[in-house]
């Protein structure tokens, strides 16, 4: 991404180097506001009013004041310095849109999957994706004023979750919260290239 430039002396600088960096979970766990949190560019996203129509795929159960769903995808952008860019892709929660996530996931540094307590199978189908492709992914338990707080080992073992998988807890609200998630996924999935283990296979 990025077609370079030139510095005031006239040389050409390479383009900054561009992160590519998804976020998934179920329907309402927070995939849109963690995107809005950190990005630096108005975020691009196509939210529609929840209509009676769509009610039967957009179940709401435990999301009763969400009234507008993602049908496309998030899409923000963090400038860390002038050579590196962060892009971040909201993968659309609703079943009938996965065909775009083999598309999202192509040089894909890793995912941060969001889950609520509340709906905590909800977030498993995102989970299942990224263990069968191999992309590096953390959970973060999006921590919903309402919700049960539950013990990391619960939480790890309802999804089935590999002991190597990171498991935190944030807040999409909090911009801090969203950087520290970001943070731990990079160093996940810089530790998995490190040990080789052929577990990483994003950049198909
Ligand atoms: N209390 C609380 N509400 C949140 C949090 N994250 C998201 N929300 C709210 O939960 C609803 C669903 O979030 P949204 O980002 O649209 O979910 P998405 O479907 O995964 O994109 C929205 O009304 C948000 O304002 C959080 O950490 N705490
Ligand atoms: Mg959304």
Redesign the pocket.
């Known amino acids: 991404m990025g077609s370079g430039g030139c510095d005031v002396d006239g040389s050409p600088h390479p383009a900054p180097l561009s992160v590519k960096i998804l976020v998934a979970?179920?329907?309402?766990?927070?995939?849109?506001?963690?995107v809005?949190s950190l990005t630096e560019v108005r975020l691009l996203h196509t939210e529609e009013g929840l209509s009676a129509p769509g009610a039967h795929v957009d179940l709401t159960d435990g999301?009763s004041?969400?009234t507008?769903?993602?049908v496309a995808m998030?899409f923000g952008r963090i400038t860390i310095r002038n050579d590196l860019v962060v892009y971040l892709f909201?993968t659309p929660?609703q079943k009938r849109f996965w065909f775009m996530w083999d598309e999202l996931a192509i040089g894909a540094v890793g995912a941060v999957v969001?889950a609520d307590t509340r709906r905590l199978a909800d977030s498993f189908p995102a989970v299942d994706y990224f263990e069968r492709r191999g992309t590096p992914f953390i959970l973060a338990v999006?921590?919903?004023?309402?919700a049960r707080r539950l013990p990391v080992a619960i939480v790890r073992s309802a999804l089935s979750l590999n002991p190597d998988v990171p498991v935190i807890l944030?807040?999409?609200?909090q911009r801090v919260s969203c950087r520290d998630a970001l943070v731990t996924l990079v160093g996940h999935a810089i530790r998995l290239l490190g040990a080789g283990s052929g577990a990483v296979s994003s950049a198909r």
Do not use: M, P
Not at 25 to 34: D, M, N
Not at 170 to 173: F, I, L, N, T, V
């Open positions: 979970g179920g329907f309402g766990a927070g995939k849109t506001t963690l809005s999301v004041d969400k507008t769903t993602t998030d909201g929660g969001l999006n921590c919903f004023d309402e944030c807040d999409a609200r």
